[in-house]
C-alpha cells in the first residue's frame, strides 16, 4: 500500500483501482471499506467480521486495488476469477473478492523475489506457498479444497492430476490438453497498483485538515516531535497515533479522535538493522517485515545461539494473527497494546523472554529501557512514542565464540 497524496488545500487524493479521488470533508476515521461501500461503484469488498483488511485500513494514506480493478464482465476477467469459477471454488460469493486479491497480491510479490523461473503460463510460487496466500481468509459455504485447487493451479511445482473436478477439462485428458485448456496466467501482468498520478501530486505531510479533525504524516523525527508538542493538556482534544490501526479490530473504538497522526512515514521508525549489539527494528515496521528480518539474520550459515534465537522468534510470529493482520500491524502497536492495555501478546511474551531492549520518546527526551521496565512503567501517554526495538546479541552477551554447538533449553508454541 502506497502513500495517498494531498493538493495544496489539503484536500485528500487517493487511487481506487487507478481513479483518482479527492475528498476534503471526509473524518479521518473513515475506514476505506465504509468509502468503498458508500462513495464509489467498487462494491466487491463486504463486512464480514470488520476486523481485518479493508474494514479496518484507514482512508487517509492508501491507493487501493480491489477486485473490480484486475478484471471485470467489461474488461475481460483476470486468469485468477476464471480459474475460481471453472474450479467450482465459489456459491455466495460473500468472501471470492478477498480470496481473489490475496492470491492475486501473493502472485504479484512473488515477482519481486529471486525465485527460480517458473514453467510458461505458471507463477514463481510453489504449491506450498500458494496456498497459505489464502490462510487469512474464510469461506462458510464452499468447502475449502476447489479453494485450494484454484491455488495451486498458478504454482510452478503443481501436479495436474491433483487438482479436482473442474470445467476446462475432462477426466483421463493428458497433461498437456489440461495446461493448454487453462485460461491463460502471464506475469507481470498490466494491472497498476501504484496509478501514475499520485507520484505526480504535490507532497504534504498534512494530508486532510479542518477545524474539527486532521491528518498528519509526518516524515521526521523532529517533525513528530512537534506535532506531538502541540498537543495542548487539558483541552480535550484526543490524539490517536496509527501505523496499521489493526488494534481497532480488537479494541473496538465508540468515539473518533480530533488528531490523526501517521508513522509509517518516518524513516527512523520503518528502519531494520543488525549490529554487533543486536537487531534493531523500528516500531513502524510490519510484523510481516519483522518476520522476514528475523530469518534473514539466519541464512549465513552460522548456527549460533544469536541466530538460533533470532529463528525461533520469527517461527512463533508466524504464528500469530493471519496474513492480512501480520501484513498491516506494526510491531511497535503490538507491543504498546500490550503496554496500554494489557493486550495478550505473544509477540510481547518472546520478545520479554530473550531480553529486548525499546527506546521511548517523550518530549526531546529518549530514553532506553528493558521490555520489563517498559511493561511495568506507567500506561504511554499521548505525547510518549515507541520508537524500536532491540533484541540483543546473546552471542556476545554470553561471550560464545562463533561454531560453538548451541542446545536450546526451551520451546515457544
Not at 14 to 27: A, L, Q
Not at 152 to 171: C, H, Q
Not at 304 to 313: A, D, F, G, Q
Amino acid at each position: 500500500m502506497e502513500k495517498s497524496e494531498s493538493t495544496v488545500d489539503n484536500n485528500l487524493v487517493f487511487g481506487v483501482n487507478g481513479k483518482r479521488f479527492e475528498v476534503s470533508t471526509i473524518h479521518p476515521s473513515t475506514t476505506l471499506l465504509e468509502f468503498l461501500r458508500s462513495h464509489t461503484t467498487f462494491k466487491g469488498a463486504k463486512l464480514s467480521c470488520g476486523e481485518v483488511s479493508s474494514c479496518l485500513t484507514l482512508l487517509c494514506g492508501c491507493s487501493i486495488t480491489r477486485t473490480e480493478g484486475i478484471g471485470n464482465s467489461r474488461d475481460d476477467f483476470h486468469p485468477i476469477h476464471e480459474r475460481f469459477s471453472g474450479f467450482h471454488a465459489s456459491q455466495c460469493g460473500f468472501c471470492t473478492p478477498g480470496m481473489c486479491m490475496s492470491l492475486f497480491s501473493a502472485l504479484v510479490n512473488a515477482e519481486k523475489t529471486p525465485l527460480p523461473e517458473p514453467p510458461l503460463g505458471f507463477s514463481k510460487l510453489k504449491v506450498s506457498e500458494v496456498e497459505k496466500a489464502i490462510a487469512g481468509n474464510l469461506c462458510r459455504c464452499t468447502e475449502y479444497r476447489p479453494i485450494a485447487d484454484t491455488c495451486k493451479s498458478f504454482a510452478a511445482n503443481v501436479d495436474m492430476e491433483d487438482l479436482g473436478l473442474n470445467s476446462f477439462w475432462r477426466m483421463g485428458d493428458s497433461k498437456d490438453v489440461k495446461l493448454s485448456s487453462l485460461p491463460s496466467y502471464k506475469r507481470n501482468g498490466d494491472v497498476c497498483t501504484f496509478p501514475q498520478f499520485l507520484k505526480s501530486e504535490n507532497r504534504s505531510s498534512l494530508l486532510l485538515v479542518s477545524c474539527r479533525y486532521s491528518w498528519s504524516s509526518p516524515v521526521s523525527i523532529e517533525e513528530l516531535q512537534r506535532l506531538l508538542g502541540s498537543v495542548e493538556d487539558g483541552n480535550g482534544s484526543r490524539v490517536k497515533v496509527v501505523v496499521g490501526n489493526t488494534g481497532m479490530g480488537y479494541y473496538k473504538e465508540v468515539e473518533s479522535y480530533d488528531k490523526y497522526i501517521d508513522l509509517r512515514y518516518i524513516p527512523e521508525l520503518s528502519m531494520i538493522r543488525r549490529d554487533d549489539t543486536g537487531l534493531n527494528i523500528g516500531a513502524a515496521v510490519t510484523i510481516s517485515k519483522a518476520i522476514e528480518a528475523l530469518k534473514e539474520c539466519n541464512q549465513h550459515g552460522f548456527h549460533t545461539l544469536e541466530n538460533m534465537v533470532y529463528k525461533k522468534i520469527a517461527d512463533h510470529m508466524e504464528k500469530v494473527a493471519s496474513g492480512f493482520i501480520r501484513n498491516s500491524a506494526s510491531l511497535g502497536g503490538n507491543l504498546v497494546m500490550a503496554q496500554r492495555n494489557h493486550f495478550p501478546s505473544d509477540t510481547e511474551t518472546i520478545l520479554l523472554s530473550v531480553g529486548s531492549l525499546v527506546n521511548i520518546m517523550t518530549g526531546l527526551k529518549i530514553e532506553e529501557l528493558t521490555m520489563e521496565e517498559f511493561l511495568r512503567r506507567p500506561e504511554l501517554d499521548s505525547k510518549s512514542t515507541l520508537l524500536s526495538v532491540k533484541i540483543p546479541d546473546w552471542n556476545g552477551l554470553m561471550g560464545i565464540s562463533l561454531g560453538t554447538t548451541m542446545n536450546l533449553l526451551f520451546e515457544t508454541y
